[in-house]
């Protein structure tokens, strides 16, 4: 089974400033999909970015980006110029082939601070 | 449009009732999920359909019953409900299965067993 570990269980940041969540996984596939998804307190799934694990090209997304290190197994995400509405909580998840499903770490909450 | 969605989005009932969640995708993708969110916001896999068949039962209960009717629904049925179950529960959809794809979610059912 995959695991995926979120080690911060919260994070605060000043408005304007960046942030980075650590998410690492375990895994013994080369060929793997990695996401983050935000919840935040409407409690609605809204995916933020992607990252095939073929592409060592790290995924952007305007203002978030990964930083993807394959072989430490390691997914961050940085979220720059954080803004109020970034207050969320943010999931890690990893997919393979065939898998059918995500496995999901324990999420991190963000607080943006005005 | 809303792409995937659920009802009801609130339900609360008392201990050893019988209740439904539907679920709906207009996205015309082939795979559809459910997942519960517990109360320390971990999120797991329960089931996962391909094309309205059933690919993943994540040793969940058969007081817990999915049905998929066509490809665009999901219901799932829960039998003589127990505290245990008081969750939200996420309806998702992907185009396909194969892990490729971006799963898209709606916008959850909290659940409450009283």
């Known amino acids: 089974a995959q695991t995926v570990t979120q080690s911060q269980p919260e994070m605060s940041v000043q408005e304007a400033e960046t942030v980075t969540l650590s998410c690492t996984y375990d895994?013994?596939?080369?060929?793997?999909?990695l996401f983050w998804y935000k919840q935040p307190p409407s409690r609605q799934m809204i995916l933020v970015i992607r990252?095939?694990?073929?592409?060592?090209q790290n995924a952007t997304e305007n203002r978030f980006s990964v930083n993807f290190q394959k072989a430490a197994k390691s997914f961050s995400l940085k979220i720059s110029d954080s803004q109020l509405g970034d207050t969320a909580m943010y999931f890690c998840?990893?997919?393979?082939?065939?898998?059918?499903?995500?496995?999901f770490g324990a999420g991190t909450t963000v607080t943006v601070r005005a | 449009d809303t792409a995937v969605s659920q009802t009801p989005k609130y339900l609360v009932t008392q201990m050893g009732n019988d209740k439904s969640i539907k679920c709906e995708q207009n996205?015309?993708?082939?795979?559809m999920y459910w997942y519960k969110q517990d109360s320390k916001k971990f999120l797991k896999i329960m089931f996962s359909?391909?094309?309205?068949?059933?690919?993943i039962n994540e040793t969940v209960p058969n007081r817990f019953s999915p049905k998929s009717p066509d490809k665009a629904h999901l219901n799932l049925h829960i039998n003589s409900l127990e505290l245990g179950d008081s969750a939200v529960y996420f309806c998702?959809?992907?185009?396909?299965?194969?892990?490729?794809?971006?799963?898209?979610f709606g916008p959850g059912t909290r659940l409450t067993v009283l």
């Open positions: 996205l015309g993708h082939d795979t």
């Open positions: 359909y391909n094309n309205k068949e059933l690919i």
């Open positions: 998702a959809s992907s185009q396909d299965g194969a892990g490729t794809d971006t799963q898209y």
């Open positions: 895994t013994s596939e080369n060929n793997y999909y």
């Open positions: 998840a990893f997919s393979r082939r065939n898998d059918y499903k995500l496995s």
């Open positions: 990252q095939e694990a073929y592409k060592q």
